[in-house]
C-alpha cells in the first residue's frame, strides 16, 4: 500500500495516463473520468454511489448520490488549498470539505483496509495499525534484542504506509506485542527515532504503549561535496561505553571506514563498517577504554569522509 494506490485507481493498467477513474489527455492536461460508479459504505452502514467526472487544472469534480439516485450533490474540490496536507479530506455526510489533519504528523494509528493471506484467495479484512506520513522513512528490526540492537543491515524505506502496520501485535486469546522487533523511524525533520511497543489493549480502548528513544538529528551533506555520504548522525554524544553511528549512503561503496582520532592527531579507535549498501545504513560501535576528553570521529569512503567532535564522557 503506498500512497499512489486507492480505491478509485486500484483499476488502472499502470500507464502513465491511466487513472483507473478516467483517462489522462496531455493535449489539454486534463483527466477525464470513464463513468465507473463507485459504492461507498458510510461509517453509519449507509450506501452512497460517487462518480469522478473530471480532474483539471488542479481542481477534481465528482458527483454522489443515495443509492436510489435521491440527494444528488455535485462537488469540487481545489488541490492548492490543501498544498500542506498529504489529504484533501471530504465528509460525504456534511457535504463539505472538513479538516482531519494535523500538520507535520510523522504517524497515525487508526483502522484500515488490508489483505490477510491466510485465506486463498487472500482476503480484505480491516485492521487496525500504523500509518505513516509521506517523506516519513521506516523499517523492521527483527529477532534482536531492542536493548542492544545494532540497526546495521536495516534500510529505511520512505514508498510504504504500512512499513509498521498493524502486524506488531498479535490476537491468540488475548492480545500480546510481537517479541524482539524495534522499528527505526526517520522524521520528515530529519529525526532518527527507535520505536518499540510495550502493549496493546485492543478493541475496548484501543490503546497501545510504546517505548520511543531519539537518537538525534541526521546531518544533510552537500551532494558536491560528499560524492557518496548524503547523510550522518552519531549519537549519543557525549558518549561513554559505545556510539552508535547511522549514515546514507548514495549510492553502494567498497567499504566505510570509522575513526576516532584525539587532539594530538593520534589514531586511537578504527575499525570497518560491514554495510555499504545504497540507503541508510548504521552500526552500534563498543568503545575502548579511552580518557574522557574531546575526540574527532571520521567516517570515510574510498573518496569520501565527513568528520565531527564526539566526547567521550567516562
Known sequence: MIYQTGAFNSVSVNTATDYGWGTYDANNDKVTGNGTLYGVELKDGSFKKIVLDSMASGTYYFRYADLNGGNLQQQTIVKSNYTNKSFAYFSLVNNATITAEVNGWDWVMTRYLTLLYTTSPPTPYT???????AGVEAVIADNIN????????????????????????????????????????????NTLYQIEFLSFQGSSTGRAQFAKTNLGSIIGLDRIEHQDLAEIICSPNPASDFIRVVYTLRHRVD????????????????TALPSV?????????????????PYALTVKTDTDQYTEKVIIAQ
Open 146 to 189: 531492542p536493548i542492544t540492537v545494532d540497526p546495521n543491515n536495516y534500510t529505511l524505506h520512505k514508498d510504504s504506509l504500512t512499513t509498521i502496520g498493524h502486524d506488531w501485535k498479535r490476537f491468540t486469546g488475548s492480545w500480546s506485542i510481537e517479541p524482539n522487533r524495534v522499528y527505526f523511524v526517520k522524521t520528515q525533520n
Open 277 to 293: 549498501k545504497e540507503g541508510m545504513n548504521a552500526a552500534t560501535l563498543a568503545l575502548p577504554d579511552l580518557p574522557a576528553a
Open 127 to 133: 485492521v487496525g495499525g500504523i500509518l505513516v506520513n
Open 255 to 270: 567499504y566505510v571506514q570509522v575513526s576516532l582520532t584525539d587532539m594530538t592527531g593520534r589514531v586511537v579507535y578504527t
